[in-house]
């Protein structure tokens, strides 16, 4: 399985910016889709997870109300779209695949960068 994120960049406080994780051999088998972030400094965080089978969504408590996680099966992605974006959203961002209930997220993509900044 291979995981291919991107869409990051730059941009001003209150913008917004829509992530994308191309996922080979996309199927309804898999468990869940998650991304993560990790800050300069600081602990990789989960930010928000979706459930292949149903589309059941997660969030951090940090971006609740601002981001939004879909799967799309016809492009075989999982797609983050973050508005009202705020300069303690800047990280590296990570798509990653949790196969199964009974596993981890074992598979993960490259990083893509997100900067708010004015």
């Known amino acids: 399985v291979q995981l291919q994120a991107s869409g990051g960049g730059l941009v001003q406080p209150g913008g917004s910016l829509r992530l994308s994780c191309d996922v080979s051999?996309?199927?309804?088998?898999?468990?869940?889709i998650g991304w993560f972030r990790q800050a300069p400094g600081k602990e990789r965080e989960r930010v928000s997870c979706i459930s292949v089978s149903d589309g059941s969504r997660h969030y951090v408590d940090s971006v609740e109300g601002r981001f939004a996680i879909s799967r799309d099966f016809a492009k075989n992605s999982v797609d983050l779209r973050m508005n009202n974006l705020k300069p303690e959203d800047t990280a590296v961002y990570y798509c990653?695949?949790?196969?199964?209930?009974?596993?981890?997220?074992?598979?993960w993509g490259q990083g893509t960068l997100v900067t708010v900044s004015s």
């Open positions: 051999d996309f199927t309804l088998n898999y468990f869940s």
């Open positions: 990653a695949l949790r196969p199964s209930v009974a596993r981890n997220f074992d598979f």
